[in-house]
């Protein structure tokens, strides 16, 4: 059994996750309303990665015979002035998610809660992988400055971007 603090934390990182991907989702509108379909694509994959990521919070918590209780989401910002300020915006909020998981595992390792480190470790490798994404981003925009063509090839290049299968699946079990 979950401690009544691990599951009130876990529980509290569903609300994280499903507000990342809120988030996520007010940037896609964002683009879409600029015509920068790649970019806007980019923007609901990332969101529906963090439906999955709320997801797996929701299965482990059950599967611990815990009790899974959601709480109100917080209205997303909706206007940016450049796509540069959209993923900075999202790198901040990696590094804030990035902090959450920390002190989920501090928290797991204070308690001896074994099963919830392991859990939490894929969170802790995939952390790094969602601030490299978007770091990666915005080098290329902060490459690409202020030039259109720029841009637009960028947004191109988004536009190929689909959900990644590896740890994704097991989610929806
Ligand atoms: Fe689920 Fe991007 O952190």
Same mark, same amino acid.
């Given at each position: 059994?979950?401690?009544?603090?691990? &599951?009130?934390?876990?529980?509290?990182?569903?609300?994280?996750?499903?507000?990342?991907?809120?988030?996520?989702?007010?940037?896609?509108?964002?683009?879409?309303?600029?015509?920068?379909?790649?970019?806007?694509?980019?923007?609901?994959?990332?969101? &529906?990665?963090?439906?999955?990521?709320?997801?797996?919070?929701?299965?482990?918590?059950?599967?611990?015979?815990?009790?899974?209780?959601?709480?109100?989401?917080?209205?997303?910002?909706?206007?940016?002035?450049?796509?540069?300020?959209?993923?900075?915006?999202?790198?901040?909020?990696?590094?804030?998610?990035?902090?959450?998981?920390?002190?989920?595992?501090?928290?797991?390792?204070?308690?001896?809660?074994?099963?919830? &480190?392991?859990?939490?470790?894929?969170?802790?490798?995939?952390?790094?992988?969602?601030?490299?994404?978007?770091?990666?981003?915005?080098?290329?925009?902060?490459?690409?400055?202020?030039?259109?063509?720029?841009?637009?090839?960028?947004?191109?290049?988004?536009?190929?971007?689909?959900?990644?299968?590896?740890?994704?699946?097991?989610?929806?079990?």
């Amino acid at each position: 059994m979950l401690s009544e603090k691990m &599951q009130d934390a876990l529980n509290a990182q569903i609300n994280a996750e499903m507000l990342a991907s809120y988030k996520y989702l007010a940037m896609a509108a964002y683009f879409e309303a600029e015509n920068l379909i790649g970019f806007a694509n980019w923007m609901h994959v990332q969101s &529906q990665e963090e439906n999955t990521h709320a997801m797996k919070f929701y299965h482990y918590i059950k599967d611990r015979r815990g009790r899974v209780l959601l709480r109100p989401l917080d209205g997303p910002k909706n206007d940016w002035t450049s796509p540069l300020e959209v993923f900075q915006a999202a790198l901040q909020h990696e590094q804030y998610v990035t902090g959450l998981i920390n002190n989920l595992m501090d928290l797991a390792i204070s308690e001896r809660d074994h099963a919830t &480190q392991s859990f939490l470790k894929w969170f802790v490798d995939e952390q790094v992988e969602e601030e490299s994404n978007v770091d990666a981003v915005i080098q290329d925009l902060k490459r690409v400055g202020s030039s259109a063509e720029g841009v637009f090839f960028l947004d191109r290049e988004l536009a190929g971007r689909t959900a990644e299968a590896e740890g994704e699946g097991e989610a929806a079990e």
